[in-house]
T-cell receptor, first 111, second 113 residues
């Protein structure tokens, strides 16, 4: 059974801090690892990492995939209160691109 | 591009009735759509994979006779919760696969009274 584990489950920081969120996985036929941000509604896509693209960066957010360690990190620098959300890691495997989600990390950024 | 819509966004129904939720890919064709359920403070749990023109593939523990999925066209999949009970109250989210990415709909909040 495919498994995705995220840590920490929750995190409280102050504005301006840098945070690192972790995701480890066990999945057959790994295709991709995706990071999503979820606020009140459905998740919004952040990054997709694959064997051919193990590092992604967008503004203050960046992510790295370590295929050897079967893990990924999501970094957020200079956090803002608007970064407060649940960050979900999902791993896609198999021929139908099914995603298995981790439980998420609840990030709270205080002013 | 790659927009997915869901309808309705919120529904309240009485116990024992059936509810249909629609998922549409607005600007692309999706051969595969996925249905997820999310309970409060929990992650997304995949319920089933819906392939256009064929039967859905259900995850272990999901009753296929209770959660009917129809993927009648390349842009529309529907989930019908039959004989709904209060424990079916949840946030239902669909996603549509385009290329190697999944794009999520905004979700449907179902409350069964």
């Amino acid at each position: 059974e495919d498994k995705v584990v995220q840590s920490p489950l929750s995190l409280v920081v102050h504005e301006g801090d840098t945070v690192t969120l972790n995701c480890s996985y066990e999945v057959t036929n790994f295709r991709s690892l995706l990071w999503y941000k979820q606020e009140k509604k459905a998740p919004t896509f952040l990054f997709m990492l694959t064997s051919s693209g193990i590092e992604k960066k967008s503004g203050r957010l960046s992510s790295i995939l370590d295929k050897k360690e079967l893990s990924s990190i999501l970094n957020i620098t200079a956090t803002q209160t608007g970064d407060s959300a649940i960050y979900l890691c999902a791993v896609g495997g198999g021929s139908n691109y099914k995603l298995t989600f981790g439980k998420g990390t609840l990030l709270t950024v205080n002013p | 591009g790659a927009v997915v819509s869901q309808h309705p966004s919120r529904v309240i129904c009485k116990s024992g009735t059936s509810v249909k939720i629609e998922c549409r890919s607005l600007d692309f064709q999706a051969t595969t759509m996925f249905w997820y359920r999310q309970f409060p403070k929990q992650s997304l749990m995949l319920m089933a994979t819906s392939n256009e023109g064929s039967k859905a593939t259900y995850e272990q523990g999901v009753e296929k006779d209770k959660f009917l999925i129809n993927h009648a066209s390349l842009t529309l999949s529907t989930l019908t919760v039959t004989s709904a009970h209060p424990e079916d109250s949840s946030f239902y989210i669909c996603s549509a696969r385009w290329d190697s990415e999944q794009y999520f709909g905004p979700g449907t909040r179902l409350t069964v009274t």
